[in-house]
């Protein structure tokens, strides 16, 4: 005969293993009703020409610049293919959070740039630039779109939500691609003399052209 004592346990060890399975069925049914989609962008006004940025950001090998990923993991390790900027330009990574690999979809200049990325998992986001030139200088518009897996749900359910760890980085992405740029038109500042009157006379003079990304 089974002892009061083991009967008790058995009874407890049944409810727990009921209560264990009816948590389970709860959580998956509430992961299967959070929204799969999402559409997260961060935002910052970057007194530089809407070309100067968007040149920059176009070629990959420039990311090494201001990319907040090689500022949190020193051991990224980047391969370029021949085609680094325009449709078609890719490049990959391996670091310490693990490896990824993105290519340039669509654009239109000096306007917005569509690229697609690969985690090696199933889903493949879109990253999308937009440049909106004003008065005040480049509103430049970094975001990211897609859908997440059954399984990616859960991820980013115990992870705090994607947007709470995708949003402080794209922040300081932007902080970063700013100073960058700004660097970068120091050392090639120009000066504007107005209209200069020239005296009578013969001179010599010598003209050239050369396209904006040469210069």
């Known amino acids: 005969m ?12 049944k409810y727990f293993i009921f209560l264990l399975l009816a948590a389970i069925i709860v959580l998956a049914i509430y992961g299967a009703l959070l929204e799969s989609k ?7 006004v970057i007194k530089a020409p809407a070309e100067v940025i968007f040149e920059n950001v176009n070629e990959f090998k420039n990311w090494e610049n201001w990319s907040p990923w090689f500022e949190e993991d020193s051991t990224i390790v980047t391969t370029y293919p021949d085609t680094t900027s325009g449709v078609g330009a890719s490049y990959s990574w391996k670091g310490k959070s693990g490896s990824g690999f993105m290519k340039t979809v669509s654009l239109i200049p000096n306007k917005e740039i569509i690229h697609q990325i690969n985690f090696g998992n199933s889903s493949s986001p879109e990253v999308y630039w937009k440049f909106n030139e004003g008065d005040l ?28 760890n995708t949003m402080p980085i794209y922040d300081r992405g932007l902080e970063l691609l700013e100073q960058h740029i700004l660097k970068e038109m120091e050392k090639h500042s120009f000066e504007t003399a107005g209209a200069v009157d020239y005296g009578g006379g013969y001179y010599l003079y010598q003209t050239g052209s050369s396209k904006i990304p040469e210069i």
């Open 137 to 164: 200088g480049t509103d430049v518009i970094w975001g990211m779109r897609g859908e997440n897996s059954y399984t990616e749900k859960f991820y980013w359910l115990f992870k705090g939500g994607i947007e709470k």
């Open 2 to 13: 089974i002892s009061n004592s083991k009967f008790s346990l058995l009874k407890y060890l």
């Open 38 to 44: 999402y559409d997260i962008n961060r935002s910052r």
